[in-house]
């Protein structure tokens, strides 16, 4: 079975711009989680969608935004990019029943200029 | 304070030595309990999941976790220089869907 897959692995935007990443989670898997990960925070949860509801999120602007399509891939948007938004960031996908079973992409590297 | 809190390390090891990785958490309401293991340059890989108190064994890893304590462990056995990773303890509540982690140890198994 093929993993999940992000796209693109590395991006460089400049301060003002907007930003696109995909994930395609794992065949089968219906929960698709995002998170944002930087040396001084580590990993901080940003979304979860399932079946194309978000179910919950986490403590971030509404800059950051996401969605899910029909056939579970995913889509994470950043308006208005900021230096600090420099980060990896990590898609993960899971069992839509067991979402305690997260499966993490390589992620896309990020960089704000 | 953090929900989860973790050393950051770095834990330095000989090779064949056990190793005991920590976690502890504030929030009483947390149920699951998940273990990842993090190469440089790569996501995170999910090690292994308990559900609420009790001991879990996988090969030579074993997960700990006491809710009364609030404390998460992980041990492994026999260490190796390709278990030489950063580790990350997670935690959720049931049907919440947010996983809230830890920073992580670096580990180094040395040969």
């Known amino acids: 079975k093929a993993g999940v897959t992000q796209t693109p692995r590395y991006l460089i935007k400049t301060r003002g711009q907007q930003v696109t990443l995909s994930c395609s989670p794992i065949?089968?898997?219906?929960?698709v989680s995002w998170y944002q990960q930087t040396p001084g925070q580590g990993l901080q949860f940003l979304f979860e969608?399932?079946?194309?509801?978000?179910?919950n999120k986490g403590n971030f602007p509404g800059r950051f935004s996401g969605r899910q399509f029909s056939n579970s891939r995913s889509e994470m948007n950043v308006s208005t990019l900021e230096l600090g938004d420099s980060a990896l960031y990590l898609c993960?996908?899971?069992?839509?029943?067991?979402?305690?079973?997260?499966?993490f992409g390589p992620g896309t590297r990020l960089t704000v200029t | 304070q953090k929900e989860v809190e973790q050393d950051p390390g770095p834990l330095s090891v000989p090779e064949g030595a056990i190793v005991s990785l920590n976690c502890t958490y504030s929030?009483?309401?947390?149920?699951?309990f998940m273990w990842y293991r993090q190469y440089s340059r790569k996501g995170p890989e999910l090690l292994m999941y308990t559900y609420s108190s009790g001991n879990k064994e996988d090969g030579r890893f074993t997960a700990q976790v006491d809710k009364s304590s609030k404390y998460i462990s992980l041990f492994i056995r026999d260490s190796q220089p390709s278990d030489s990773a950063t580790y990350l303890c997670a935690s959720s509540t049931s049907g919440t869907y947010k996983y809230i982690f830890g920073t992580g140890t670096r580990l180094k198994v040395l040969a």
């Open positions: 969608y399932f079946s194309e509801t978000q179910r």
């Open positions: 065949s089968g898997h219906r929960s």
């Open positions: 993960a996908s899971s069992p839509g029943d067991r979402t305690y079973e997260q499966y």
């Open positions: 929030n009483s309401a947390f149920q699951y």
